[in-house]
């Protein structure tokens, strides 16, 4: 794992910097995993964990009918980015500030959770799936992301440069070291099932996981 301390500082750089990628990143995640649920469902729970400036969030959000939106975050600088960045796309959101090992949020209470670029950072990944799978409704869907240590370098060297290009050395420095530190795909497989889903995907993209669950 690798730790990073989310100042207000280094919360502001993530955002500005990363802003130019959601286009890249989150846009296409959010249209992976919006073909997986019935969008077309009003009034939707959705819960996306570590939001960071919330641009997963949002972009999901827009693929749905009127969003019943929750993010959480380790941060509050975070959150309180991540609220700004709702209102101007027209959103509203509820905040839970804790850490991912302890959620302060119900059981059973959310139809979509979703966490992405988490899992590299945290001690303890299979507390972090069990929090997800307590606060998720029988039959809610669950998508996880992150970098998979079983990906070949060769596409992550090939984002580490773009990402020097478009943001700046510090960002493209600290997705290197994110990326090294990412979790075998498989084994987030394993500790998914062992945390009580009744149906998990593991499918390899990129240099990233992408785990698909239903509880
Ligand atoms: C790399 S950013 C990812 C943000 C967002 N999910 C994305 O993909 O753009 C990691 C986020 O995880 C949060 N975080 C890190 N460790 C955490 C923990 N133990 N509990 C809750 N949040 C945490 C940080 O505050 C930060 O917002």
Redesign the pocket.
């Known amino acids: 794992m690798i730790e990073y301390e989310?100042t207000q500082e280094l919360c502001e750089s993530?955002t500005n910097n990363?802003r130019p990628m959601i286009k890249h990143d989150?846009f296409n995640w959010a249209a992976k995993i919006v073909k997986q649920i019935n969008s077309s469902q009003e009034n939707l729970k959705y819960l996306d964990i570590?939001?960071?400036?919330g641009?997963?969030l949002v972009e999901v959000a827009k693929m749905l009918e009127k969003p019943v939106l929750f993010a959480h975050?380790?941060?509050k600088f975070?959150l309180n980015i991540a609220e700004k960045e709702a209102k101007n796309s027209g959103f509203e959101i509820q905040k839970f500030h804790s850490?991912?090992?302890k959620i302060n949020i119900e059981n059973n209470s959310m139809d979509i959770v979703t966490c992405?670029?988490?899992l590299h950072?945290?001690k303890s990944p299979e507390k972090i799936i069990s929090e997800i799978y307590r606060v998720c409704k029988p039959d809610g869907k669950v998508f996880i992301v992150d970098f998979d240590k079983n990906s070949s370098s060769i596409g992550a060297k090939l984002i580490k440069t773009f990402v020097k290009v478009n943001t700046n050395k510090q960002i493209a420095d600290n997705f290197w070291k994110s990326y090294k530190n990412g979790l075998d795909g498989k084994k987030v497989k394993q500790m998914t099932k062992d945390a009580g889903f009744s149906k998990v995907f593991y499918i390899k993209s990129g240099y990233n996981y992408f785990i698909l669950a239903k509880k």
């Not at 570590?50 to 400036?53: K, L, M, S, V």
């Open positions: 989310w993530y990363i989150h570590a939001t960071g400036p641009f997963l975050d380790g941060s975070m850490d991912a090992e992405k670029q988490l950072e945290v």
